[in-house]
């Protein structure tokens, strides 16, 4: 993948590669940014670009054999690790990357770079458990990269989600990290760097990449899909930066989450009429959901809080609603204001860091419910 491939982030890029070309980099990096920010073709394509034979234009050429070998997720110096599970019926086998080496070429090579922890799960048929990097997994890398390079470059380790490491594999990798074979380069990739232990993060040079600027959205929006004028405007905004969450509303017929709008309508209809025990059901049904929807509706739930703030500060032009979500928060937005807009944002990370540390839904969703029904009062 060269940096061309990646949509937008044109700056970064730059410095990236001037670093490169002066050797200064180091050789431990940490991208951190959403998975629909580009994070992970970015580190792909920083990969590509120090191995390249020919480098043209602060970009690799894309033509040398290390290059068509990179691309292609095949050259024998660059190696993934990212989260997977146990092998079901077989507790003999550890879990490690290269048991699902050919889902994530597949997944890889059909989006580009461009998907999210649930794509990959789903990819690995593990839709409602959580992924994971063990001790084995550090092992692993240790033993790869114990060995000379096969071609004149570097041997690089992409690490896909290292928050997904338990303490024992983070720890593993902990003196590699700090003083790493010769011509080794460890690139991370994190959406949640606050979770990685202080002694990885201590380690690593943070490169963050932020949303997708507009002009470069639109772009893409316009040459894959066809998008022109209002439709256009509309998905630019509510995509706010992320690709993934432009590309699939892009694809809906609909305006908006239809299904996660109506969950967030009862919620907060249930919590202002003070209906505790529809409330309970209300969290059993959540529960019912996967791990990776039930995070992804929770998002949806900080998007509204947030959009219903700023309508009722006034900020009405600078919002990100439309269809049945602006109906609604028209007589809605006056119950979040500044009495409680931090506490119904804190019970929602609350829940996301719950859900994600493997919490039990049936505990965690009417327990969120019931907190977020006292914040809701009638003024």
Not at 152 to 164: D, F, Q, T
Not at 300 to 312: F, I, Q, T, W
Not at 345 to 370: K, T
Request: charged share 20%.
């Amino acid at each position: 993948m060269r940096f061309a491939d990646v949509t937008g982030h044109g700056e970064l890029k730059r410095r990236l590669a001037a670093g490169a070309a002066g050797g200064r980099f180091g050789h431990a990096m940490l991208f951190s940014g959403n998975s629909g920010h580009g994070a992970l073709p970015l580190a792909h394509a920083f990969a590509q670009y120090i191995n390249c034979e020919a480098p043209v234009d602060g970009d690799s050429c894309g033509v040398c054999s290390s290059c068509v070998k990179t691309a292609g997720l095949a050259h024998p110096d660059l190696h993934f690790v990212f989260p997977v599970a146990n092998v079901r019926g077989n507790s003999t086998v550890k879990a490690t990357s290269d048991l699902y080496l050919n889902q994530w070429r597949e997944l890889y090579k059909a989006t580009g770079g461009y998907f999210s922890e649930a794509d990959w799960y789903g990819a690995m048929g593990i839709e409602n458990q959580q992924g994971f990097i063990s001790r084995a997994e550090a092992d692993e890398v240790i033993r790869k990269l114990s060995f000379k390079p096969y071609e004149n470059g570097y041997k690089v380790m992409i690490v896909w989600l290292p928050e997904k490491m338990r303490v024992e594999a983070a720890n593993g990798l902990l003196k590699i990290l700090e003083e790493p074979w010769e011509k080794t380069v460890f690139l991370m990739v994190s959406q949640s760097p606050s979770r990685l232990l202080p002694t990885i993060t201590s380690r690593l040079q943070e490169i963050h990449v932020p949303g997708v600027a507009d002009a470069d959205m639109a772009a893409l929006l316009s040459e894959r899909c066809g998008l022109q004028g209002t439709r256009l405007d509309h998905v630019v905004r509510l995509a706010c930066g992320d690709v993934l969450e432009a590309l699939s509303l892009a694809g809906r017929e609909g305006e908006s989450d239809a299904e996660f709008f109506e969950y967030f309508a009862a919620l907060m209809r249930l919590s202002y009429n003070d209906r505790h025990m529809e409330l309970l059901d209300w969290g059993d049904r959540m529960a019912a959901m996967g791990r990776e929807q039930q995070k992804r509706f929770l998002a949806y739930c900080m998007r509204m809080v947030r959009e219903n703030y700023m309508m009722n500060a006034g900020l009405d032009g600078i919002t990100y609603l439309w269809g049945g979500e602006l109906d609604f928060s028209r007589r809605f937005s006056p119950f979040i204001g500044n009495h409680n807009v931090e506490q119904l944002a804190g019970e929602i990370e609350a829940a996301v860091a719950h859900i994600g540390q493997n919490g039990n839904p049936r505990i965690v969703f009417p327990h969120f419910a019931l907190a977020v029904s006292k914040l809701i009062v009638r003024r």
